[in-house]
């Protein structure tokens, strides 16, 4: 599967954006999609993760309440919508995927075998 993710952009503290990731091919309810991202030298880190039928989701600790993820496998797209922004979120975000992945709470980009390029979001205070 390939994957492009858009919706990234300049946005103030406190507001809002929604990235979304397009999915190629006709497998993509077949896949655990998750969000991960990376600031300037830091790790990537894990943000959110959805089940293959948008039923479960899954969140990093520290966007709980503020971020949700969603799928629409008919038009093979994830999406993370993300309220409040902080300064600090301030990262390139990447969509992922796995067509193996069971366990949701599994946040380990090794977890994941495709990727997307990345969509920069940078918040400004």
């Known amino acids: 599967v390939q994957l492009q993710a858009s919706g990234g952009g300049l946005v103030q503290a406190g507001g809002s954006l929604r990235l979304s990731c397009a999915a190629s091919g006709r497998t993509f309810s077949s896949y655990v999609m998750g969000w991960f991202r990376q600031a300037p030298g830091n790790e990537r880190e894990f943000v959110a993760a959805?089940?293959?039928?948008?039923?479960?989701?899954y969140y990093a600790d520290s966007v709980k309440g503020r971020f949700t993820i969603s799928r629409d496998n008919a038009k093979n797209t994830v999406y993370l919508q993300m309220n409040s922004l902080k300064p600090e979120e301030t990262a390139v975000y990447y969509c992922?995927?796995?067509?193996?992945?069971?366990?949701?709470?599994?946040?380990?980009?090794?977890?994941?075998?495709?990727w997307g390029q990345g969509t920069l979001v940078t918040v400004s205070s």
């Open positions: 959805i089940s293959r039928g948008g039923g479960s989701t």
């Open positions: 992922a995927a796995d067509r193996f992945l069971r366990n949701l709470a599994a946040s380990s980009e090794y977890d994941y075998a495709y």
